[in-house]
């Protein structure tokens, strides 16, 4: 088993990765048959939809970093217990031309160092809002 101090530096990797846009290394600390899904409501699919397997994961992650930009989200803290790490993350993403502050918190689960499950909440209602499959009303906001 990964030591919780190795799993932390693993997170960061992975979150740098991901904020450089670096694809291949992003990639390498994936599982081949990882699941990766955004906690919500299956009425926002496809945002809520699970991605499994390593071709699958690579569009999506290639999607997402060419579509969500993470630059200035910063990891404000990580709990490993076990295999298991939780992730809150804090600050500024992008999506398009769309600056917006928010907060997001990631369950990840390794195996040997693999990352073999990401679960992520988010504001699900902001993204839904962002990719038109839902609407924030003036009296929602």
Not at 91 to 112: A, L
């Amino acid at each position: 088993m990964t030591s919780g101090a190795d799993l932390k530096e693993i997170v960061r990797q992975i979150f740098e990765a991901r904020a450089e846009g670096d694809l291949d290394q992003l990639m390498s600390f994936i599982g081949d048959n990882c699941v990766f899904r955004i906690a919500g409501s299956p009425e926002l699919t496809p945002l809520t939809d699970p991605v499994v397997g390593p071709a699958a994961l690579r569009a999506t992650m290639r999607h997402f970093i060419d579509t969500w930009e993470m630059k200035a989200l910063e990891i404000v803290d990580i709990c490993v217990e076990g295999n298991v790490a939780l992730v809150h993350r804090k600050g500024q993403m992008r999506y398009g031309t769309t600056h917006f502050n928010t907060e997001v918190m990631d369950k990840m689960t390794f195996d040997n160092g693999k990352l073999v499950e990401c679960v992520e909440f988010i504001d699900t209602l902001q993204a839904a809002s962002l990719l038109n499959i839902a609407t924030i009303s003036a009296a929602q906001r």
